[in-house]
């Protein structure tokens, strides 16, 4: 972990299990994590080893960011488009870390990736920041630390004319991504779910 000029702590490899740690708790108790456990909460003590996967994805071939050492908050981008090839997934993990819960688990998380993929090359298949990953440990919400490891990377966004394309699954976040400059461009059903996900862009300067 080092800091970066923006103030934030920019995430290493040897963080990839502290990081995976952070976002498995701030997400078990989430719906879209209910819905791929598909109700078996036995499984949620698993949950960090899948996170080590997506970790991996974002220090090795994104940007993660945290607060601070301790990670009250974590932040991971990737600049999109997003190419990462099938020897760079492995590199990661795959597919071994994400059936840590179960195949069950391993093929709706697939479908839900594939689905993002989807909306996200219909709706802005442009050059823009993609933010994958915002999490805030739960005895740290309502405190600024999201706003904490978002702001300087949207400021150092405008100040290269980049514009930045995420989805939430939670409708409270919306309001939080519109006071950061986020507009809601579309929004689509998990089948079976009763989960809208919502597509949001923040627009470049020049647009």
């Known amino acids: 972990m080092i800091q ?3 103030g934030l702590y920019r995430l290493e490899k040897t963080d990839i299990k502290h990081l995976a740690y952070v976002t498995a708790e701030a997400f078990k108790d989430d719906q879209l994590t209910s819905y791929l456990l598909q109700g ?3 499984k949620i003590k698993r949950l960090p080893v899948v996170f ?14 945290a607060s ?3 990670m009250e908050a974590v932040s991971v981008w990737f ?11 492995i590199s990661c993990g795959f597919p071994v870390k994400n059936m840590w819960c179960g195949f069950n688990y391993f093929q709706q998380d697939m479908h839900l990736n594939s689905l993002c993929d989807k909306m996200r090359n219909q709706l802005y298949p442009f050059p823009n920041k993609y933010l994958a990953l915002l999490a805030v440990a739960p005895k740290y919400r309502s405190r600024g630390f999201a706003s904490k490891v978002v702001r300087p990377i949207l400021a150092e966004l405008d100040q290269s004319n980049t ?3 995420l989805e939430t699954q939670n409708q409270p976040n919306v309001s939080m991504y519109r ?3 986020y507009e ?5 059903g998990i089948p079976l779910a009763n989960i809208s996900l919502h597509a949001m862009l923040r627009k470049n300067r020049k647009d």
């Open 179 to 181: 006071h950061w400059g």
């Open 163 to 165: 514009a930045s394309y």
């Open 79 to 89: 600049d999109a488009p997003v190419h990462i090839s099938l020897w760079q997934l």
């Open 40 to 42: 078996d909460t036995r």
């Open 68 to 70: 601070s050492p301790d």
């Open 4 to 6: 970066s000029d923006n």
């Open 184 to 188: 809601e461009i579309g929004q689509f």
């Open 52 to 65: 080590e996967y997506y970790a991996a994805l974002g220090i090795k071939y994104g940007q993660a960011y």
